[in-house]
């Protein structure tokens, strides 16, 4: 047993130590609804509880490979709403960055295609999006790239942007990873690391799509599991040293800062100001 307690002092006490050195995150769309972006699965606010307007089979359809192929306005009427730039990182991004600042974070795994991580200013080598992000696209036919403007310009009038390259009319998709695609190449190295991994934060994510919920399990048994979330989800609670935390990540990070003390609350407050 590595944790006093299952508990924030017990925490707090366990990260600023020199024995946790390695601390992985993993992040879902909870840790941005506080910026204004609604998550999936939450009953009422949930993006998949408010798709009426599109029409769409099933909610998940949206984000469907084989459907967007067909049909890709559903999404592109989505993606006006949903597309970075409008929204301002939270305090749990800052957190993340903080812990950058600190040395100890190793590499933060994220769901969310907000590319919030980076705008919070966490290093881009310690954030792996593992369902991609909104940062690049490319044709769905003939995978070349297409121009960000032009992108921008598309998504800000929900019109479905069309490849340019000779010959081609593919249909463009941002670089985010749709249901029936795989993970970045890179993903299988990038777990392999969570053998070397001392402390497990678990942020804002139902733990519902794999292979990404699965990383929970690949921590060594001995690494405490800390889930900070609205409702408790995954099999977190059934090792000796899994603590949940059901709370807003927000305030639970706040609670953490001030508990570490050495002035962790004054910079933390001082990175997300900035
Ligand atoms: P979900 O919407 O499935 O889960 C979000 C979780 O965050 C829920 O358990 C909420 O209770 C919790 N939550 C919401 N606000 C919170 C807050 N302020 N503080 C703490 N917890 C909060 O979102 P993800 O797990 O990220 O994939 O969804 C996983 C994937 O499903 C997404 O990456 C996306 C989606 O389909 C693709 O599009 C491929």
């Given at each position: 047993?590595v944790?006093?307690?299952?508990?924030i002092?017990?925490?707090?006490?366990?990260?600023?130590?020199?024995?946790c050195?390695?601390?992985?995150l993993?992040?879902?769309?909870?840790?941005?609804?506080?910026?204004?972006i609604?998550?999936?699965?939450?009953?009422?606010t949930?993006?998949?509880?408010?798709?009426?307007k599109?029409?769409?089979?099933?909610?998940e359809?949206?984000?469907d490979?084989?459907?967007f192929s067909?049909?890709p306005?559903?999404f592109?009427?989505l993606?006006?709403e949903?597309?970075?730039?409008?929204?301002?990182?939270?305090?749990?991004?800052s957190?993340?960055r903080?812990?950058a600042?600190?040395?100890?974070l190793y590499?933060?795994?994220?769901?969310n295609?907000?590319?919030?991580?980076?705008r919070a200013g966490?290093p881009?080598e310690?954030i792996?999006e593992?369902h991609?992000?909104?940062a690049?696209?490319?044709?769905?036919?003939c995978?070349?790239?297409?121009p960000s403007?032009e992108?921008?310009q598309?998504?800000?009038?929900a019109e479905?942007?069309?490849?340019?390259s000779?010959?081609c009319?593919?249909?463009?998709?941002?670089?985010?990873?749709?249901?029936?695609?795989g993970l970045?190449?890179?993903?299988?190295?990038?777990i392999?690391?969570l053998?070397e991994?001392?402390?497990?934060i678990?942020?804002?994510?139902s733990?519902?799509?794999?292979?990404f919920a699965?990383?929970r399990?690949?921590?060594?048994?001995k690494?405490?599991?800390v889930?900070?979330n609205?409702?408790r989800v995954?099999?977190i609670?059934?090792?000796?040293?899994?603590?949940?935390?059901?709370?807003?990540?927000?305030e639970?990070?706040?609670?953490?800062c001030?508990?570490?003390?050495?002035?962790?609350t004054?910079e933390?407050?001082?990175?997300?100001a900035?």
């Amino acid at each position: 047993i590595v944790l006093e307690g299952r508990d924030i002092p017990s925490i707090a006490k366990f990260l600023k130590s020199d024995e946790c050195k390695n601390v992985f995150l993993m992040v879902g769309a909870g840790i941005s609804t506080s910026a204004g972006i609604p998550d999936f699965r939450s009953p009422d606010t949930g993006l998949y509880a408010n798709l009426a307007k599109l029409h769409l089979p099933y909610p998940e359809a949206v984000f469907d490979i084989r459907y967007f192929s067909q049909n890709p306005k559903p999404f592109y009427t989505l993606a006006a709403e949903l597309y970075p730039g409008y929204y301002r990182p939270t305090i749990t991004h800052s957190f993340i960055r903080l812990l950058a600042e600190k040395g100890k974070l190793y590499t933060c795994f994220s769901q969310n295609i907000d590319t919030l991580e980076r705008r919070a200013g966490v290093p881009v080598e310690k954030i792996f999006e593992a369902h991609g992000s909104f940062a690049t696209q490319r044709c769905i036919k003939c995978k070349t790239e297409y121009p960000s403007e032009e992108m921008m310009q598309h998504v800000k009038k929900a019109e479905v942007p069309h490849c340019t390259s000779e010959g081609c009319d593919g249909v463009v998709k941002p670089d985010i990873v749709f249901f029936g695609e795989g993970l970045p190449d890179t993903f299988e190295s990038a777990i392999r690391n969570l053998e070397e991994a001392d402390l497990l934060i678990i942020m804002g994510t139902s733990l519902t799509v794999y292979p990404f919920a699965a990383l929970r399990s690949m921590v060594p048994a001995k690494c405490p599991r800390v889930l900070i979330n609205l409702d408790r989800v995954g099999d977190i609670g059934a090792r000796a040293d899994d603590v949940a935390l059901l709370m807003p990540c927000d305030e639970a990070v706040r609670k953490l800062c001030d508990e570490i003390g050495d002035g962790w609350t004054e910079e933390l407050e001082r990175l997300w100001a900035e």
